[in-house]
């Protein structure tokens, strides 16, 4: 089990409170990229299906015209009509004894389809069709742009999560979101993003300024977000995860303000979305922090609180096996927090088990090196249970 905070006032900041660190929520955005990356796949197969669909209605159309044509001709051979006709698009209407009124004119361009004909005099004659003989089971003219429009937001989501997830370009990735909500502001896809930009640009200050501006413009952007749309899970969750953040900058009263409402903004993301493994991680360790309270720490809560928070290592273990199911990959955080947990409730083979999960995880970023560290003393202590 790793240390109590300290002070009483450490302990409010994180344990009482629930903040989790900034440093413990760099690995929860890992397992994400792999779903984003089956999302993209999805969209793209979408994408190709409405495209087929499109180029079969362009080979019917080329198909109908080319009758049309054909019945055009044999209708001016039968009317004697002359041998010499021109290009002029009312003439040939009239030649084939259509009302100009009964014609419909798709414009379509050369690139994308051979749809004039030619004229006996070498001339091109636009592309047209009667209405009462064709009606176009899909919007040539709004679902191409449509489509695209989609392809090309998803592509340009997909490289922003990317950059996100990676921690660059963050500024760049900031201004790109701001003009697309500006552009698109019943879209709140975009503002939770901007919530998650203002917090990695976070992690990377050290003027306690700066990181509160960027703090409370994340928190605006998230709560915009959740204004448009209550069941945005990721709105929840990264407005959760500034609050957090916050919190560590704020008075005693305020920490426990944020500790409520970052509580509060955690359960509802996780009733939105229970398959998010990064927030059952989040309420696993909440709930250890609070389980791993002294009885002079608890009776300090509960003159701050008109009902101090109450957790138990079972809960907390619950929800890290939960995470760990979900995430389908080898996450050595959330194998170290299950192993503590087995500690604090005196099973310590189970503990061993998962403390020797953790150690055979490959090494990666800093945090994982401050988690191996924690992971050796643990297994160097409790050894001699195997």
């Excluded at 361009?109 to 005099?121: H, Q, T, V």
């Excluded at 500024?171 to 552009?183: A, F, I, M, P, Q």
Aim: charged share 30%.
């Amino acid at each position: 089990m790793s240390p109590l905070p300290q002070t009483v006032n450490a302990f409010l900041g994180a344990a009482v409170l629930g903040v989790v660190s900034a440093a413990a929520l760099y690995v929860v955005e890992h397992y994400r990229q792999e779903k984003r990356r089956h999302a993209m796949a999805q969209d793209l197969a979408r994408l190709d299906s409405e495209l087929s669909i499109v180029r079969r209605e362009l080979s019917k159309l080329m198909q109908q015209q080319s009758e049309r044509s054909s019945k055009a001709k044999n209708i001016r051979k039968s009317r004697k009509a002359n041998s010499v006709i021109t290009c002029n698009s009312s003439e040939f209407m009239s030649s084939c004894d259509l009302d100009s009124s009964d014609l419909e004119f798709y414009d379509v361009s050369d690139e994308e389809m051979n749809s004039c004909i030619s004229s006996p005099l070498g001339k091109r004659i636009p592309f047209v069709l009667p209405r009462m003989h064709f009606q176009p089971p899909i919007n040539l003219s709004y679902t191409k742009p449509s489509i695209l429009k989609h392809f090309w937001l998803s592509k340009t989501l997909k490289d922003i999560d990317e950059k996100l997830d990676a921690g660059i370009h963050l500024e760049v990735c900031r201004e790109k979101l701001e003009e697309l909500s500006l552009e698109y502001p019943e879209d709140g896809q975009f503002l939770w993003r901007i919530g998650k930009c203002h917090k990695k640009i976070v992690d990377k200050l050290k003027d306690e300024q700066e990181i509160k501006e960027h703090i409370e413009k994340g928190v605006a952007a998230c709560q915009a977000c959740i204004k448009l749309n209550s069941q945005q899970a990721e709105g929840h969750k990264w407005l959760a995860i500034l609050i957090g953040a916050r919190s560590d900058l704020q008075p005693i009263k305020e920490r426990i303000k944020d500790g409520q409402l970052f509580k509060h903004h955690v359960d509802i993301a996780i009733s939105i979305d229970p398959n998010d493994a990064s927030l059952r991680h989040m309420v696993g360790r909440f709930c250890y922090e609070v389980a791993s309270l002294k009885w002079y720490e608890r009776k300090v809560a509960a003159t701050l609180y008109s009902e101090p928070p109450k957790a138990t290592f079972e809960e907390a273990l619950e929800h890290f096996l939960a995470a760990d199911k979900l995430a389908d990959y080898e996450w050595k955080e959330n194998e170290l927090c299950a192993a503590k947990c087995y500690i604090s409730l005196g099973k310590y083979k189970e503990a061993l088990k998962w403390l020797d999960k953790a150690k055979s995880v490959k090494e990666g970023d800093t945090l994982d090196e401050k988690v191996d560290n924690e992971v050796k003393s643990l297994l160097a202590k409790y050894n001699s249970y195997r």
